[in-house]
């Protein structure tokens, strides 16, 4: 088995450590992960200019781009394969609500999905790193699962894991998106020279978190699993918009 591996906090970063370490028992693994840590780059390609993909001295390979494309350079020019599972992740800091539009680690194993693979994203509820060997021994649980029973279908994964001690962690509860209110406001700054600069404010609560969501599940301290889809249309409101559309349209007599 073959294990394509990514994440959005970089190369670098103990989450990927980590991850890479729990699965390495499992099957071969080839990590491709961002330069530079690109949280928040959602599923955006780098197409103004060209990647370059260098090798750190841990064996993983990086490129100065987004984690999409990582995931897209190793599928369509890196990888002499196809890998039978896409992992991204640990990501330092939850995914859950809406933040998977926005979130990178969710992006790169979307980006697997795209291709048809199998694909799974974790994320540590809160940022810091705390109880990560608690995280990484989580994902690889459910890595052993696809081992055992590979999904028979392309999937995609937003797993969630609370910062406890393995021993404390309540079993993983499939559960769907909760919702967040809108983002706090930007912070305004100035440069030295005084122009004004804005930073992007922080996440805003949940406005969703009851039963059976991702945050009622990671709030309880269990694992939250959601299987993800990226069919956007909004299929309750086709009717309504075939009797909104005109009749008559302004190039039909013409």
């Not at 780059?41 to 103004?48: P, R």
């Not at 999937?155 to 962690?169: A, D, G, K, M, R």
């Not at 499939?174 to 020279?193: F, I, K, N």
Request: with cysteine.
């Amino acid at each position: 088995m073959l294990i394509l591996i990514s994440n959005d906090d970089g190369y670098f970063a103990p989450g990927l450590a980590a991850l890479v370490e729990a699965l390495r028992p499992l099957a071969e693994l080839i990590v491709v992960a961002p330069e530079t840590n690109r949280s928040g780059s959602s599923n955006s390609l780098t197409l103004d200019r060209p990647l370059s993909v260098r090798t750190a001295a841990n064996g993983f390979l990086y490129v100065n781009g987004t984690p999409s494309d990582c995931v897209h350079v190793a599928l369509t020019g890196l990888l002499d394969r196809r890998p039978d599972l896409v992992v991204s992740g640990i990501n330092d800091g939850q995914n859950m609500g809406e933040d998977t539009l926005y979130s990178g680690t969710v992006a790169a194993a979307t980006e697997g999905y795209l291709f048809g693979l199998p694909s799974i994203a974790f994320s540590q509820v809160s940022k810091g790193w705390k109880h990560l060997d608690a995280a990484a021994a989580a994902a690889r649980s459910f890595v052993e699962r696809f081992v055992a029973s590979p999904l028979t279908a392309p999937s995609l994964l937003n797993v969630n894991i609370p910062n406890l001690p393995l021993s404390e962690l309540k079993p993983p509860r499939v559960t769907r998106l909760g919702r967040r209110h809108p983002s706090e406001p930007v912070v305004r700054s100035s440069t030295p020279y005084g122009e004004p600069v804005y930073w992007i404010g922080p996440a805003g609560k949940a406005a969703d978190a009851t039963p059976g969501t991702d945050f009622h599940a990671c709030a309880d301290g269990a694992v939250s699993v959601t299987p993800l889809r990226f069919d956007l249309t909004h299929n309750a409101q086709l009717e309504p918009m075939r009797e909104w559309i005109p009749t008559e349209w302004i190039g039909a007599n013409r």
